[in-house]
């Protein structure tokens, strides 16, 4: 049996990789993991690749301030989920991904190994069945990175765009606006999280292990979603994201929204944070944002605003959202 204590520094390169492999299996690489490259079969003649990182610090603590001691299968689900979740947005099924670990010596193995554990899960458990973990890197650091690269298949679908929405179409999202966003709030407030009610551990659980809905990204692609992005860094900013690509303006209905911050506020208070500052201007629920033809909605979509034709951005009640948008170097 491994030692507890065991460190990846103690046990190796070539030791670790033979704990992890076996937990990064797949069926849809033609080659790989093992040689210097991976190979992937496209039947469609194109795919689509996206390509993410988390930091220690910066996209996750190690300890959070409540007292909440990250795991590496929190951070191997995430690692996953956000990735599957930008194939998702174009309107297509992941089919391998290949990750890069820099690692501090220091770190348990039971950690990487739990690492491994929940990227698979995240894979089995949203349903990116096709997805084969094809290969990647070790390195050693200061603080631990994960980067993951995924690649994805159309099936002979056009991709959706960010920029293909018309003045008139339909914004909509899916479930779960502004819940990644209280739980982060929650893991950065000093109330101990062993404190927490069931429904603060579920919204924790969706900063922590996001469920982007991997069906409906395809489902739209073959309805009628003019333009497609996921919600990463939230409504405020991906929006207007939206907003500039397809040379629009989102206006945003602020009764559904007022109602999605009320129904948060209704399970959990977190200090002063605004319930709205929270659906509008928190990311990583990892949905969907997308437009559609008038009276074209699909099932999993929820009206939240319209597209109009107006200079470039989002507004709510007239304001345009620029105050919550997210920046990562600000």
Not at 77 to 93: E, T
Not at 129 to 150: H, M, N
Not at 295 to 304: C, K, M, R, T, Y
Request: with cysteine; net charge negative.
């Amino acid at each position: 049996m491994r030692d507890a204590d065991a460190t990846i520094e103690g046990l190796g390169e070539a030791g670790l990789l033979d704990l992890i492999l076996p937990r990064l299996q797949g069926a849809g690489a033609l080659l790989g993991p093992g040689d210097d490259a991976a190979m992937i079969a496209a039947p469609d003649g194109r795919f689509v690749v996206s390509i993410d990182t988390l930091v220690e610090d910066q996209d996750f603590r190690l300890v959070w301030p409540c007292g909440y001691r990250t795991t590496g299968f929190d951070v191997g689900w995430k690692a996953a989920a956000q990735n599957l979740s930008d194939i998702n947005a174009m309107g297509a099924v992941a089919t391998s991904a290949v990750i890069s670990l820099t690692l501090p010596g220091q770190t348990p193995v039971g950690w990487v190994t739990d690492l491994a554990d929940g990227f698979s899960a995240a894979c089995r458990e949203l349903g990116a069945t096709r997805c084969a973990i094809a290969g990647g890197d070790l390195g050693r650091g200061e603080g631990i990175s994960v980067t993951t690269a995924v690649t994805g298949d159309l099936e002979g679908r056009a991709p959706v765009l960010r920029s293909g929405a018309k003045p008139g179409d339909v914004l909509a999202v899916t479930a779960g606006l502004g819940r990644a966003a209280t739980g982060l709030a929650l893991l950065e407030s000093r109330d101990n999280w062993t404190s927490w009610s069931r429904a603060s551990a579920e919204l924790v659980r969706a900063q922590l292990r996001p469920r982007p809905p991997l069906s409906l990204g395809p489902e739209a692609a073959r309805g009628e979603a003019t333009a497609m992005m996921d919600l990463s860094d939230g409504l405020a900013r991906d929006g207007g994201r939206l907003a500039h690509a397809s040379g629009l303006a989102l206006k945003l209905d602020a009764a559904a929204l007022v109602n999605i911050g009320t129904e948060i506020s209704k399970i959990v208070r977190v200090g002063s944070c605004d319930p709205l500052e929270l659906v509008c201007g928190g990311g990583e629920d990892f949905g969907l944002l997308a437009t559609f033809a008038p009276g074209a909605l699909p099932g999993g979509f929820v009206q939240i605003g319209r597209a109009v034709d107006s200079k470039p951005g989002v507004t709510l009640d007239g304001r345009p959202l620029d105050r919550w948008a997210w920046d990562h170097f600000r």
